[in-house]
């Protein structure tokens, strides 16, 4: 209790909201600006992290990895096109609720189910802190190198690309992070002779070139000098009705938050499925998101006006994104394994001050933990409000500024985050060679967070498979001795079969049709 | 680049992957006592799961065809880009933090946001000036001054 008094306080203090309202405006703001995200948000913050200390730039993450989903539903509610990757399914009913007039009634709906998803995943974590030190004790060297194993396999599976793609791209990974001195012997292996390449690939210079150059890169070049800022729908009569009366506004709002606590099922059913999955390392949430959608859909009474502009389709895509990201926070506070690329950059900042990924990242700073849980709490229901209450002025402000103007902002920040890292402007070196592995890989398939991450664990990955080991005194069964590393090998060999079953249905179903369609040639 | 080669431009992409795995792979192999081990173990795994990745995508490239060429225009001001990327990250390691940035932004904004000469040069004014004043003097980091020996720097 002594900790979670003194996050508070921390938390309350005046540079602590000052934070707090500043990463959430940030986030909003990079969250409605369609393909970006929370994460370069968090990237763009993260220059000022170095000169904060570990609570407030936790104060400042955090608030930035919970707001950015409630601004990019705004975005997918008004024009159609996702604000980021994780609000992909609310533009099925939300935009068609945008295009009958009922915009605000869909933004309240979005809010507010991300309000009460977002809490209620806060609730999840909050009562699973008691036994997360416990829960960390049941992994051992042997059981963490399973679990990352886990996150990998479970990443390259259910992402949108192939398979083999994702268990390469993390393979790629792991072996960048083999590059500096031997985390066993202290050797320095495949640096020639550089000694900048000793520590390794700094992780800062990776985030920034991975994500964000290549993200600019795309921005830059989908708008040309001249690009319409204007979207599609932003003149249409919906969006004059929605923005012009502040009469309609006020009750098409009450409606829709009346609307989401009305309809318990979904927002309880997506929080709780996208909960799960984003516990799940490095599945994130695009996966939580479409699942807790799906089930909900799947599981109404009455699923004729899902996609037609059905607001429990809004609840419960909303519900179920921001859930996913107490989910996430899970594996990260317990075991120091990122449940998200988000979560690995929080992680990131723990390593830039010190503190090594690992059960310790837990136990050892309960007080950050608060933190965390409380600005992601807080940083929630501040966005929402401030959605409801500015929101289509906001977007008319923000997407006033074409991508092409952003786009260089974000690099130069990024770059920026790099040199003041570590203050080696040799890193920027890291980051273009970064920037262009993830131009390759987005252009070619291979999953770029699956490179992050891998990266990002490799020397966690490598020190638990030599201690694992030597525990074991060089047989390989330790591996598989405890049943903790057991149901991990379980859930592996798990995940593989669901991936077969589901190709040998699809290619089934692909065979049937061409049948048909041969028999009916015939 | 020749038609041939842009449609096998992924499969090629699985190559090259699979070829650094199998080099880091390789390279390992002379590295003393247990710190080649991993990356050797990784390495051999990678480059097998590289090389299955291109041969699907071959069989998928000889079912399905590939993917419709950008136009050229695109191509270009793609190329242009990436050379932008180069010059800035060349830049701001010569030039330093301030003078870097508002050079690269100015031609940034010129080239690619279709601002005329002046507005280009104040935009990147102002974005050099806001890391100058937010990072450099509110903040007080020593911002990266330059590697190039230039007497205003």
Same mark, same amino acid.
């Given at each position: 209790?002594?900790?979670?008094?003194?996050?508070?306080?921390?938390?309350?203090?005046?540079?602590?909201?000052?934070?707090?309202?500043?990463?959430?405006?940030?986030?909003? &703001?990079?969250?409605?600006?369609?393909?970006?995200?929370?994460?370069?948000?968090?990237?763009?913050?993260?220059?000022?992290?170095?000169?904060?200390?570990?609570?407030?730039?936790?104060?400042?993450?955090?608030?930035?990895?919970?707001?950015?989903?409630?601004?990019?539903?705004?975005? =997918?509610?008004?024009?159609?096109?996702?604000?980021?990757?994780?609000?992909?399914?609310?533009?099925?009913?939300?935009?068609?609720?945008?295009?009958?007039?009922?915009?605000?009634?869909?933004?309240?709906?979005?809010?507010? @189910?991300?309000?009460?998803?977002?809490?209620?995943?806060?609730?999840?974590?909050?009562?699973?802190?008691?036994?997360?030190?416990?829960?960390?004790?049941?992994?051992?060297?042997?059981?963490?190198?399973?679990?990352?194993?886990?996150?990998?396999?479970?990443?390259?599976?259910?992402?949108?690309?192939?398979?083999?793609?994702?268990?390469?791209? @993390?393979?790629?990974?792991?072996?960048?992070?083999?590059?500096?001195?031997?985390?066993?012997?202290?050797?320095?292996?495949?640096?020639?002779?550089?000694?900048?390449?000793?520590?390794?690939?700094?992780?800062?210079?990776?985030?920034?070139?991975?994500?964000?150059?290549?993200?600019?890169?795309?921005?830059?070049?989908?708008?040309?000098?001249?690009?319409?800022?204007?979207?599609?729908?932003?003149?249409?009569?919906?969006?004059?009705?929605?923005? !012009?009366?502040?009469?309609?506004?006020?009750?098409?709002?009450?409606?829709?938050?009346?609307?989401?606590?009305?309809?318990?099922?979904?927002?309880?059913?997506?929080?709780?499925?996208?909960?799960? &999955?984003?516990?799940?390392?490095?599945?994130? !949430?695009?996966?939580?998101?479409?699942?807790?959608?799906?089930?909900?859909?799947?599981?109404?009474?009455?699923? =004729?006006?899902?996609?037609?502009?059905?607001?429990?389709?809004?609840?419960?895509?909303?519900?179920?994104?921001?859930?996913?990201?107490?989910?996430?926070?899970?594996?990260?506070?317990?075991?120091?394994?990122?449940? =998200?690329?988000?979560?690995?950059?929080?992680?990131?900042?723990?390593?830039?001050?010190?503190?090594?990924?690992?059960?310790?990242?837990?136990?050892?700073?309960?007080?950050?933990?608060?933190?965390?849980?409380?600005?992601?709490?807080?940083?929630?229901?501040?966005?929402?409000?401030?959605?409801?209450?500015?929101?289509?002025?906001?977007?008319?402000?923000?997407? @006033?500024?074409?991508?092409?103007?952003?786009?260089?902002?974000?690099?130069?920040?990024?770059?920026?985050?790099?040199?003041?890292?570590?203050?080696?402007?040799?890193?920027?070196?890291?980051?273009?060679?970064?920037?262009?592995?993830?131009?390759?890989?987005?252009?070619?398939?291979?999953?770029?967070?699956? &490179? &992050?991450?891998?990266?990002?664990?490799?020397?966690?990955?490598?020190?638990?498979?030599?201690?694992?080991?030597?525990? !074991?005194?060089?047989?390989?069964?330790?591996?598989?001795?405890?049943?903790?590393?057991?149901?991990?090998?379980?859930?592996? !060999?798990?995940?593989?079969?669901?991936?077969?079953?589901?190709?040998?249905?699809?290619?089934?179903?692909?065979?049937?049709?061409?049948?048909?369609?041969? @028999?009916?040639?015939? | 680049?020749?038609?041939?080669?842009?449609? #096998?431009?992924?499969?090629?992409?699985?190559?090259?992957?699979?070829?650094?795995?199998?080099?880091?792979?390789?390279?390992?192999? /002379?590295?003393? /006592?247990?710190?080649?081990?991993?990356?050797?173990?990784?390495?051999?795994?990678?480059?097998?799961?590289?090389?299955?990745?291109?041969?699907?995508?071959?069989?998928?490239?000889?079912? #399905?065809?590939?993917?419709?060429?950008?136009?050229?225009?695109?191509?270009?001001?793609?190329?242009?880009?990436?050379?932008?990327?180069?010059?800035?990250?060349?830049?701001? #390691?010569?030039?330093?933090?301030?003078?870097?940035?508002?050079?690269?932004?100015?031609?940034?904004?010129?080239?690619?946001?279709?601002?005329?000469?002046?507005?280009?040069?104040?935009?990147?004014?102002?974005?050099?000036?806001?890391? #100058?004043?937010?990072?450099?003097?509110?903040?007080?980091?020593?911002?990266?001054? /330059?590697?190039?020996?230039?007497?205003?720097?």
């Amino acid at each position: 209790m002594d900790a979670l008094w003194s996050a508070a306080l921390i938390v309350a203090s005046p540079g602590g909201l000052t934070l707090l309202v500043a990463g959430s405006a940030l986030a909003l &703001v990079m969250g409605i600006l369609p393909g970006l995200s929370s994460t370069e948000a968090m990237i763009i913050a993260l220059p000022f992290t170095f000169a904060l200390g570990l609570n407030d730039s936790m104060i400042l993450m955090s608030a930035i990895y919970a707001a950015a989903f409630v601004g990019g539903a705004l975005t =997918s509610i008004l024009f159609g096109v996702p604000g980021s990757s994780t609000n992909l399914v609310t533009q099925l009913d939300g935009y068609p609720l945008h295009r009958q007039g009922r915009t605000l009634y869909a933004v309240a709906a979005a809010a507010g @189910a991300s309000v009460v998803g977002g809490l209620l995943s806060l609730a999840l974590v909050v009562a699973l802190l008691p036994v997360m030190g416990p829960l960390s004790l049941l992994f051992g060297p042997a059981e963490w190198f399973a679990f990352v194993l886990l996150g990998l396999v479970v990443l390259a599976f259910s992402g949108s690309g192939s398979v083999l793609a994702g268990l390469v791209a @993390a393979g790629l990974g792991l072996l960048m992070s083999t590059i500096g001195l031997s985390v066993i012997t202290g050797a320095p292996r495949f640096t020639f002779g550089v000694t900048d390449l000793w520590g390794g690939i700094p992780i800062v210079a990776a985030f920034v070139g991975i994500y964000p150059l290549a993200e600019a890169f795309g921005m830059a070049l989908r708008d040309g000098p001249g690009a319409a800022a204007a979207p599609p729908d932003a003149t249409g009569p919906a969006f004059g009705a929605a923005t !012009g009366a502040g009469q309609i506004g006020a009750g098409q709002i009450g409606e829709g938050l009346r609307d989401t606590l009305r309809h318990v099922h979904a927002w309880s059913l997506g929080s709780l499925v996208a909960w799960i &999955v984003g516990v799940i390392p490095g599945v994130g !949430g695009v996966l939580a998101n479409f699942l807790g959608y799906a089930l909900v859909r799947e599981t109404a009474r009455d699923r =004729s006006r899902f996609g037609q502009g059905d607001v429990r389709g809004v609840i419960a895509s909303e519900a179920a994104n921001n859930a996913s990201a107490g989910g996430a926070l899970v594996p990260t506070l317990a075991l120091g394994i990122p449940g =998200s690329l988000n979560t690995a950059i929080l992680l990131g900042v723990f390593m830039i001050n010190g503190i090594e990924p690992g059960a310790n990242v837990f136990a050892g700073n309960l007080e950050v933990t608060w933190v965390i849980l409380i600005s992601s709490a807080v940083a929630t229901v501040l966005a929402s409000v401030v959605v409801l209450a500015a929101g289509w002025r906001l977007l008319a402000a923000i997407v @006033a500024v074409p991508p092409v103007i952003v786009a260089p902002v974000v690099v130069f920040l990024g770059c920026l985050a790099v040199l003041l890292a570590r203050g080696n402007p040799f890193d920027l070196v890291f980051a273009g060679a970064m920037g262009a592995l993830g131009l390759a890989c987005k252009r070619y398939g291979f999953s770029r967070i699956s &490179v &992050v991450i891998a990266l990002m664990l490799g020397g966690l990955v490598e020190s638990s498979y030599f201690q694992a080991l030597a525990i !074991g005194r060089g047989a390989h069964g330790v591996f598989f001795a405890s049943v903790t590393a057991q149901a991990i090998w379980a859930c592996i !060999g798990l995940t593989v079969l669901l991936h077969l079953l589901r190709v040998r249905a699809a290619r089934r179903g692909r065979l049937e049709g061409l049948a048909r369609r041969g @028999a009916d040639d015939v | 680049m020749s038609d041939r080669l842009q449609r #096998y431009e992924a499969i090629l992409a699985a190559l090259a992957l699979a070829a650094v795995a199998a080099l880091f792979a390789y390279a390992a192999g /002379g590295l003393r /006592g247990d710190a080649g081990r991993f990356p050797q173990l990784v390495g051999g795994i990678t480059a097998a799961l590289a090389l299955a990745e291109a041969l699907a995508r071959a069989l998928a490239a000889r079912a #399905y065809g590939a993917p419709p060429r950008s136009p050229r225009a695109v191509r270009w001001r793609a190329a242009l880009l990436l050379a932008w990327f180069a010059g800035t990250l060349a830049g701001l #390691y010569l030039l330093g933090v301030v003078a870097g940035t508002a050079l690269c932004a100015a031609v940034y904004f010129r080239l690619f946001a279709g601002l005329r000469l002046l507005p280009a040069l104040a935009g990147g004014a102002t974005l050099a000036a806001f890391f #100058y004043l937010g990072f450099g003097l509110m903040a007080g980091f020593r911002l990266h001054p /330059g590697t190039l020996p230039l007497p205003w720097l």
